[in-house]
């Protein structure tokens, strides 16, 4: 493991001092939920980034360094636990994507919030989602990379729901890549690491891979155990070397 003091040591010794200050940010507030953006060095639209999860530290680390020395834009929420307070009401923003997705998040969490709240809360997220989105949706031929961490989650939840799995280590079940693309997939599968291949829209969860296939942009996410800085850095790599 990796403490807070050794990573911010290591940020130092990979990018150098002056770069950690290099990209943008700003803060900006999409459906109810806090997000600083982070500009990398470029401008383009093709490459966007996300980490959706406050309590997940070590993908925003990583993102925010790798953000210093690539082109992209990302958005990663500015809290700290893993849902956000929306209208008042708890939410899990990974389920947000979708009204199906965000009422189950809803009603899961606020079990004693009466119908009218969650209807009225879910009216004001629809006319709000659509901005979020476009923000997160990649431009033409590119892709969204969205980062998280787990604490005891695994590639073995998510096989049953895949069209395909790359199990290239084993003894790492906790840290794995999830694609929408078959191309994409077909590249994943000869690296070094754990993936599987989701093409389907349903069932609707409100997650952001259903929605990706939905809307049929590429999409890729990659799963570490919390606190492996190091770890979750080389993958981040491997694939921007490895996947256009």
Known sequence: MTSGISRRAFLIAALGAPSLVAASHRERELCGVRFRELR??????ARRYLVIHG????ARDVLTAHLQATDGFGLVVTGKTRH???RGLELDPNRMYSRIGAEASLRKLNPEAPDSR???TLGWLDRRREKLLRRLTPGEGGRLFALHNNRNY???????ASDAVALNEPDKPRHFFL?????DFSI??????????????????????????????????????IDDFEGQMARVRWLETHLA
């Open 40 to 45: 990398g060095v470029g401008k383009s639209a």
């Open 154 to 160: 695994s590639i073995q939840d998510e096989i049953a």
């Open 84 to 86: 956000v307070t929306v």
């Open 118 to 120: 969650i209807l009225a």
């Open 188 to 225: 994943l599968k000869g690296s070094p690491y754990n993936a599987v291949l989701q093409t389907k829209a349903e069932p609707d969860d409100g997650s952001m891979s259903r929605l990706a296939a939905r809307r049929g942009f590429r999409y890729v996410n990659l799963e570490c155990a």
């Open 179 to 183: 694609c929408t693309d078959p191309r």
């Open 55 to 58: 309590d997940e530290f070590t």
